[in-house]
């Protein structure tokens, strides 16, 4: 009854409805466009890509893009370019201060930054759209194919990818403005269920044909197990330890302002996912390596099986040690510190300046250690899940980027419709208090 309810309040909200349905057909439209191939490319001949893009970096790419990147779609390069410059960006405005200087000029230094970002993706488009083409050009005469890939075709599929790229930035842009959610976070999530029921349906036939009966039973403790998994994703995600701040009183003319007291959330895990990404990209190396060598073996050799003891444990100790980096790039007491200072607010019990600072410091060690450690194990629990038994599609979404990526949008999207039924005094969409999204890392995660 509850849920029918909330139904129709979002219905009769007309903004609000209105903004759903452009973002359910902005969304049909990148849809469409990751089906549209390559002029020159017959999509007969795209096995071995597919297979390529089976395990490893690839299959993060391929899972980026919605499987645009294993069809030699037109939106093959999908949207990792924008987040890729996004965070170079990112991590500029920390150390730069030409930039820091643009992110405290409000809306004017966003726009320059934005397009600073525009100007650096169209550079790594240039750049990734010829190894996409050379790597497709291998992957199709590995097959037995033919294709074509002289100068001037390279050049003119290089503009048609990055056209593409572009536009899903624009559809992106158009849902931020006219949508709800995040629109490049929420492309990512598309791209993350379309492989939800084909996984999910070779999950349950595989088990229904195992020949020693019980697959039925087996697939329900899998079903369990992932929504235990997700309870613990959300969790995470959510989870902040407040530290309280009291405003001293400031008198005015005849006005009394603060004496209140307030709350910092700091986040269990301020990184997101991006201590797995940049993990995952440093575990391709061996990878690629090992592909250019004959000699398969050794410790090398052993970082090259994704599902074995030594990658997955070196995995989870560079998970722990990014979560650290990039909180500590991310999360700055020292500003924290300063701007309470500023307002006349301090934490009860520590004095201000360096004190509030190593207060503020230590907290953030004690409660980043089991966030990196819980996302460490979130990380490593899709190979855990094939070593058990299950099919690597539907492993994978039982922990990885795919899992935290598709419980923080779902969060953050649940979150911005809760805000426009209480803006309109309606029921939010939980009786028992309101639901929290992510406040911290990159937007498109």
């Not at 929420?186 to 009966?213: K, V, Y």
């Not at 400031?250 to 007291?261: D, E, L, S």
Request: proline content about 4%; overall charge positive; some cysteine.
């Amino acid at each position: 009854m509850g849920f029918t309810k909330t139904i129709k309040n979002i219905w009769s909200v007309e903004d609000l409805r209105k903004r759903i349905g452009i973002t359910l057909l902005l969304v049909i439209i990148y849809r469409f466009g990751c089906y549209v191939v390559l002029p020159g490319i017959n999509p007969d001949e795209l096995l071995a890509l597919k297979n390529f893009t089976a395990d490893g970096l690839m299959q993060l790419l391929d899972m980026f893009s919605g499987g645009a990147f294993s069809q030699a779609s037109i939106f093959a390069l999908g949207i990792m370019p924008y987040i890729t410059a996004s965070i170079v960006i990112q991590l500029l405005g920390m150390v730069l201060p030409a930039f820091q200087k643009m992110q405290r000029e409000g809306e004017s230094g966003r726009m320059k930054l934005n397009q600073y970002t525009r100007y650096l993706t169209v550079l790594i488009l240039l750049l990734q759209g010829p190894a996409y083409l050379m790597n497709l050009k291998y992957q199709v005469q590995a097959a037995g194919g033919h294709v074509e890939m002289g100068f001037w075709t390279v050049a003119f599929m290089t503009i048609v990818l990055a056209a593409g790229s572009m536009f899903i930035m624009w559809l992106g842009e158009r849902i931020d403005q006219k949508g709800v959610g995040n629109g490049i976070s929420f492309i990512i999530l598309i791209g993350i269920i379309a492989r939800l029921p084909e996984a999910f349906i070779q999950e349950f036939t595989g088990r229904l044909m195992n020949s020693q009966g019980g697959g039925l039973v087996l697939f329900l403790v899998e079903i369990i197990i992932l929504l235990a998994v997700i309870a613990g994703a959300v969790l995470l995600v959510q989870g902040t330890r407040k530290v309280p701040v009291q405003y001293a009183k400031r008198v005015v003319g005849n006005k009394q302002y603060g004496g209140a007291r307030q709350y910092i959330p700091l986040k269990v895990n301020a990184a997101g996912v991006m201590p797995i990404i940049f993990a995952q990209a440093i575990m391709f190396i061996p990878i690629t390596l090992v592909g250019f060598s004959t000699n398969h073996t050794g410790f090398f050799g052993a970082l090259t099986d994704m599902y074995g003891f030594w990658y997955n444990a070196i995995y989870f100790l560079m998970i722990v040690a990014f979560t650290y980096f990039y909180t500590a790039i991310t999360v700055r007491p020292a500003q924290m510190a300063e701007d309470m200072k500023r307002n006349n607010g301090f934490i009860p019990g520590i004095k201000p300046g360096k004190p509030t600072v190593d207060y503020l410091d230590s907290i953030m060690s004690r409660i980043t250690l089991p966030g990196s450690i819980f996302l460490g194990i979130v990380a490593i629990l899709p190979a855990i899940a094939h070593i058990c038994g299950l099919n690597r599609n539907f492993a994978s979404f039982f922990g990885g980027t795919s899992l935290l990526i598709l419980v923080g949008v779902v969060l953050d999207t649940l979150r911005i419709i809760e805000g426009h039924l209480l803006m309109r005094h309606y029921d939010g969409l939980m009786k028992d208090g309101r639901i929290k999204g992510r406040t911290t890392g990159s937007g498109a995660f």
